[in-house]
């Protein structure tokens, strides 16, 4: 319940604490109120706790401090920080991760086997729902892009039971999909449907982050897919947001302006996925790394089949080798957050 503040008052006191005015009772002087302010302060400090608390984080109260988004291979092997909440992180860092890798920006992939023992803890008391979904996407992207050498024992199994999830015409199956050249066979709607609500879960302060290569591949297909199908002011729609996801991209605002016209140019998925240079072409051969072996494992015939990938329809993927893992590790926190005060742990994140 709010009071009036009592009316002001003037007083010639000689240091005493209290005054009383005329017909406004008893009040505190100045030096009433600084003895109470000394007694607050000093009550405080003799009921504190004298021993020294380990649950504080010291580090954390620091000032000068700048906290920033670690890249995903500093912190997506760990599996200390992977739970249902973190599930949408962990799946955007090794979506990120496994594009550099293919783009040769990085040596190889984090070894995230420690997560996905985690994920095969987790999953079976995991109600149906994003979390799960994402938990799906994470171990299977990882056994479809990975040497069977790589894999968890319990792999088949655990994917002939819950892969299925992955049909459904959502962002984690497509980014699984485009990554290892498994796109499920989704209906022209059901494409729309999903870039539609893509776009609009991009306009909200929380959404599933990935590299804005995906977003921007995922409004190209489905504007190619409405022209075949006649729908043109829809097609370019699209066209617009991908552009919009990857503004100044040459290569892309050509191809919108040839949609435009009806005369689209063919445009090279995998390097907007990938976000190449015009002219560079992704890494050859699984780059050797710490912790990786000797000599990365060959892939098995017939494990990825080369595609055109000058198409929309391309895979992202394709024929390429599979990356060996990497085992390196940083003092960087599970959340994937690195203080720059030292500037040993400040990399950036690409997403």
């Known amino acids: 319940m709010l009071e009036d503040l009592p009316p002001e008052a003037w007083v010639l006191g000689g240091g005493e604490e209290t005054v009383s005015p005329p017909g406004m009772g008893t009040m505190l ?22 021993e020294v608390d380990l649950t504080f984080d010291w580090r954390a109260s620091l000032p000068g401090l700048v906290r ?24 955007s860092g090794l979506a990120g991760n496994l594009a550099d890798a293919f783009a040769g920006r990085t040596e190889g992939v984090a070894d995230i086997r420690a997560v996905l023992e985690r994920i095969e803890q987790l999953l079976p008391g995991t109600a149906d729902g994003p979390a799960k979904t994402l938990m799906v996407a994470i171990y299977a992207l990882w056994h479809r892009a990975l040497a069977p050498s790589d894999h968890r024992p319990r792999a088949a199994d655990l994917l002939a039971e819950h892969e299925r999830r992955l049909q459904r015409a959502e962002m984690p199956s497509f980014v699984a999909g485009l990554l290892s050249n498994q796109l499920p066979e989704w209906t022209d709607d059901q494409w729309h449907a999903l870039a539609t609500e893509r776009r609009a879960q991009r306009s909200r302060r929380h959404h599933l982050e990935l590299p804005a290569g995906f977003d921007a591949a995922l409004q190209v297909m489905v ?24 503004p100044g991209n040459s290569p892309l605002i050509a191809w919108e302006a040839g949609l435009a016209t009806g005369q689209a140019s063919q445009l090279d998925l995998r390097a907007l996925v990938l976000q190449l240079d015009p002219g560079a072409t992704p890494q050859q051969e699984a780059p050797h790394c710490a912790g990786a072996p000797a000599a ?56």
Do not use: I, K
């Open 68 to 91: 920033m988004q670690a890249a995903p291979q500093y912190w997506v092997w760990s599996a200390e920080g992977f739970d249902q909440e973190s599930a949408s992180r962990y799946f």
């Open 223 to 246: 504007a190619e897919r409405l022209m075949e199908a006649r729908q043109s002011d829809e097609a370019r729609t699209l066209a617009c947001f991908a552009v919009e996801e990857l």
């Open 296 to 351: 990365p494992p060959e892939p098995e015939a017939g494990e990825h089949e080369p595609g055109d990938l000058s198409s929309a329809r391309a895979p992202v993927s394709g024929d390429e080798p599979r990356p060996t893992t990497s085992t390196r590790a940083t003092t960087c926190n599970a959340g994937g957050e690195a203080d720059s005060d030292d500037g040993q742990h400040a990399a950036a994140q690409n997403v």
């Open 29 to 50: 002087s100045l030096e009433g109120l600084a003895r109470l302010g000394r007694h607050v302060v000093r009550s405080y400090v003799d009921r504190a706790p004298v």
